[in-house]
């Protein structure tokens, strides 16, 4: 695997969860609003925004943490979806962000993101197993000297 595709997998670990759970609003309800759980909307804002990303210019992570165009665009759309909540949760609590009227955008526009990401990393990965199957077959040395 190359430098660039393990940089890639590296920050999608993290891209991919975000935005899966911006489309699964029973989940957000389950997870976001319990107080016991580490994981809660401003994680997935530090995600998105902040470490893995920038959902509102998300063209410098072409190759980074976004794979295609189409992706490019999907995130700048989630980008401005989360704004707009944001506008709507003036005490920033996820309670006010799940109840902010344009949230159903929000699912939606992540739901067609996470789709499209995890259809391009499943073909990626087919990618990566055609080529480790094309390799030729290495053989395998005994003590003794001999291949098997």
Known sequence: MSEDALRIANFRVH?????????????QRD????????EDLDHVFHTLFD??????D?????????RTQEEVALMRELGAALNAASA????????EYLRATVWPD???VAGRLAQVMV?????????????????PAKTVSRADGDSQ
């Open 31 to 38: 997870v976001w609003l319990d107080p016991s759980k580490f």
């Open 119 to 135: 259809a391009n990393d499943l073909r990626e990965l087919a990618v990566l197993r055609e080529a480790a199957a094309q390799e």
């Open 58 to 66: 998300p063209e410098r992570y072409l190759g980074i943490s976004l």
């Open 15 to 27: 891209v991919v969860p975000a935005v899966l759970a911006l489309a699964n609003p029973p989940w």
């Open 106 to 108: 929000v699912v939606a």
């Open 88 to 95: 709507q949760a003036p005490n920033d609590t996820d309670e």
């Open 51 to 56: 470490d893995f990303c920038d959902a509102e």
